[in-house]
Structure formats: structure tokens, C-alpha cells
């Protein structure tokens, strides 16, 4: 009998804002009676929600199950920024961006096309308008390096023959009400969304079609004649076809063993504040021109709005830290904000919190087949609204043997390449991590 099991289930540290602001009324249910299923999805985020959608459109007739070890939309697709951006940027080591033309386009169509999906989804599941918001953002620059990039990243973008616009700092200042900025780069293709309403509104809906359990991990799976059996804390499922959709956690199962990286970034978000404290349009999205920089949102919440600032990267490959770490890095995000914006010195944050990233050395997904019945769409590369939506769409393309042939740029990538001891990839990542953020400079 072949057997996996996992001793530890996801740990989340802090308060995530989202859960908190114009949140959807999601109702919670937990398994506690022993049930049979075509299809059982293991993880409630952008992977899973995927492929249980794409299980509606495909096999409509199976029975599907889907288990999270965390109420819906409290785990990382919950804690996400809130970006769904259609557009690649890579950068070098010294500040270009880089990639050829070809390889710009296929990743540009993959977006895309995870973009298209999520949309559809959206709007069957009834997301509501406020909540998935197709307004683009700016690349902010503040410093002459990060000035530098962007002008390496306009050139490339002028030889995809992608829309884009430059702002000068009055034209940051009128959009931001901040005086920080110098430039940014504006493109108008991404989405800014509601991470915890947008997999609540999408699991709610899904109920009409599958099962959907909170707060029910999965301790155990163990092969029985042609299937197999997943133990949870209070009941049993028994299931031809089990999908990994939980991102890092797979390693707690024993799979890809050294071969993911596992990232810590934090977030904060203020109390609310009203529309005469601070000029600037309503809804905006900041992503740092430097990749180490501070992502910023203004973020309507009601009758007020509210700030989001997201910076600072750790490694911890046991994909856990503690509130004394959550302190620090909560001092570091609170310098970035008074930064960009003084005015609000006296206004405190709210919420706090550390999300996870999941990396392979090599820039893979972690797919495909695991064992017979057992199948991956893990390891979004920190691109969990896009990868994650492409994982979950492609894993059931094809198991599905589905007419869209897309899923074969997940299927033909190599597989995530061998990594160091954890400790020492901890501390390599790390120094790493610390040199890019002392190089960032004022973008931090």
C-alpha cells in the first residue's frame, strides 16, 4: 500500500486586512461524515477554484469535492495584493529588462489567457464590479536607478507594441496625492481585485456544482484497489483522482523535496481615512519599478479608503515564522509608508500580516502527474492570481484531454531543479534577499 501523510498544515501569522474590508458573507462548512468523489481538489485558493470550475465546464456530471485546511480565503490567495498584471518584467542583476521578444509574447498570452479565465469565472460566480477592476497600474520609480528601469522597461514595451503611458511627478503627485514618486509607467491591462471576496464569491457559487469543506486539511492518503483514501480530521474521502493544489504545502506530503523555495512578503493596511485627507484618484496600484521595492494600493472601503504597502522578502523553508518577525518587518513597513506619505504619520495601521511565496530555482510550475491518481498544479513562482489560475485551469486541460492545448506550456516545462540542504538555501536566499533591499535604497 503506498501511503503520504502530512504532519503540518498551514500556519498564518498576523491579520489579514482583506478578510476585514467590505468582505463578502461567506459561510463556512466542515466535513464531518465520510463521502465518495470523482474528483477530490486539495486547497481552496486560485489553483483549486480553477480547476473546480474547469471540472464544471469539462465533466459537469462527476462528483467533485474540494478540502481546504483553512476557511476559504484565509490563506495566501486571501492574503494576496490584490494584482492580476498581464505584462512580464525582467529585470537583470544590473537594471535591464530582459528577455527575447518571443518569450515576452508566449508569457504575455499565458497571462492573458489566466486573466480571460478568471474573468469568466468573475462574472459567473457573480464577483461584483468593485471587486475585480480592470484599471491597470503604475510602475513607480522614485530614485534614478529604479528611473533607469523603467526606461529600459518602456523600450520594451514600445518593441511588443504594448500600450503604456509615462507620468512625470505632477502627474504622480495628481494620481497618488504623494510626492514621492518622480515617474511611473502606467499600463493599462491589469486587474486590481478583492483576493478574499473574489475565491469566497467564486467557492460560494461552486457549491451549486462540488462540495466544498473548510477547516478539513488532509492528514493522510492512502491507495486502495483503484483509488484513493484521504483522511481528515473527522471523516474519510475516497477518491479516483486527487489534485495537489496547495502551492508549498505539497513538500509536507513529501513531494518535490528540496526542489521549492519558500518566500515570506508582508503587508499592512491602515485604518480608514476620508476623501479630503489625502488628493488623488479613488483606486490606484503601485508596483516598484525595483523588484525588492514597496508595492502600494489605495484601497476604497466604504464611505473612506484605506493604504496598502507590501515590501520585504525571507526565506523560510519550514513555512512558518513568528509574531517577533512579524513585529520587525511590521517597523520596516511602517518607515516606507511615512515615507511616501507624511501627512498620515498619525495614522496607524490596522492590519498586518505575512503571506507566503513558493519558488522554484528555475522559474517552473510544479506539475503534472505525482503518482497514479495523484497529479500537482503547485508552485506559482509569486504569481499566484495568474499561475495559480493557469495551474488549475491546465491541470484539468489535461487529465480532461480538453481541445484547448494551452496547458502544454505547463506540461513541457522542465521539472523545478534540485536545491541545496534547506539551511543552507535559507541562508543563501536570504543574504541574497538583504543585499537587494540595502541596494534598493529609498524604493524600500
Not at 91 to 112: P, V
Not at 150 to 173: C, G, I, P, T
Not at 344 to 349: A, C, D, H, I, T
Request: hydrophobic fraction near 35%.
Amino acid at each position: 500500500m503506498t501511503s503520504y501523510s502530512s504532519h503540518h498544515s498551514p500556519v498564518e501569522t498576523g491579520q489579514n486586512a482583506w478578510l476585514s474590508i467590505n468582505s463578502f458573507p461567506y459561510k463556512s462548512k466542515f466535513l464531518d461524515k465520510n463521502t465518495t468523489c470523482d474528483w477530490l481538489i486539495l486547497g481552496g485558493g486560485f489553483a483549486g477554484l480553477s480547476a473546480a470550475y474547469r471540472l464544471q465546464q469539462l465533466r459537469p456530471k462527476d462528483k467533485v469535492v474540494l478540502i481546504d485546511a483553512l476557511k476559504i480565503g484565509e490563506g495566501s490567495a486571501g492574503q494576496n495584493s490584490g494584482f492580476m498584471i498581464d505584462l512580464p518584467h525582467n529585470i537583470s542583476a544590473s537594471g535591464n529588462y530582459t528577455a527575447s521578444l518571443e518569450k515576452d509574447k508566449k508569457t504575455i498570452e499565458l497571462h492573458r489567457h489566466a486573466m480571460q479565465f478568471a474573468k469568466d469565472i468573475a462574472e459567473e460566480c457573480g464577483v461584483s464590479k468593485e471587486d475585480f477592476l480592470r484599471i491597470g497600474k503604475i510602475n513607480g520609480a522614485a530614485t534614478p536607478s529604479s528611473i533607469s528601469w523603467n526606461d529600459q522597461y518602456q523600450k520594451q514595451l514600445q518593441d511588443l507594441s504594448e500600450d503604456h503611458q509615462v507620468f512625470d511627478r505632477k502627474e504622480m503627485k495628481e494620481l497618488t496625492g504623494s510626492e514621492f514618486y518622480e515617474s511611473g509607467l502606467f499600463t493599462p491591462g491589469t486587474v486590481l481585485f478583492h483576493p478574499s471576496n473574489y475565491v469566497r464569491n467564486i467557492a460560494t457559487k461552486l457549491r451549486e456544482y462540488c462540495e466544498i469543506f473548510d477547516n478539513t486539511p488532509a492528514t493522510s492518503i492512502n491507495s486502495q484497489n483503484n483509488s484513493w483514501l484521504v483522511q481528515t480530521p473527522k471523516a474519510s474521502i475516497s477518491s479516483a483522482n486527487i489534485i495537489f493544489a496547495i502551492n508549498g504545502h505539497i513538500q509536507n506530503f513529501g513531494f518535490y523535496k528540496n526542489r521549492l523555495i519558500h518566500l515570506f512578503t508582508f503587508a499592512a493596511v491602515t485604518k480608514k481615512f476620508s476623501s479630503d485627507q489625502l488628493s488623488g484618484q479613488d483606486q490606484w496600484g503601485i508596483t516598484p519599478a525595483n523588484p525588492v521595492g514597496t508595492t502600494v494600493r489605495k484601497i476604497k472601503d466604504g464611505d473612506g479608503f484605506r493604504l496598502l504597502v507590501r515590501n520585504q522578502w525571507q526565506c523560510h523553508q519550514s513555512m512558518q515564522i513568528n509574531q517577533s518577525i512579524l513585529e520587525a518587518k511590521e517597523q520596516r513597513l511602517r518607515q516606507s509608508f511615512e515615507i511616501r506619505f507624511p501627512i498620515f504619520k498619525q495614522l496607524p495601521f490596522e492590519f498586518t500580516w505575512g503571506g507566503k511565496v513558493c519558488l522554484s530555482m528555475n522559474n517552473v510550475p510544479a506539475f503534472g502527474e505525482l503518482d497514479r491518481g495523484l497529479y500537482s498544479a503547485c508552485c506559482s513562482n509569486g504569481l499566484g492570481s495568474i499561475n495559480g489560475t493557469l495551474a488549475g485551469k491546465f491541470i484539468i486541460d489535461k487529465l480532461c484531454q480538453s481541445n484547448d492545448q494551452t496547458y502544454l506550456s505547463f506540461e513541457n516545462a522542465d521539472k523545478p531543479t534540485l536545491l541545496p540542504p534547506n539551511f543552507l538555501t535559507q541562508i543563501g536566499a536570504n543574504l541574497n534577499i538583504k543585499t537587494k533591499e540595502w541596494r534598493a535604497g529609498r524604493e524600500l
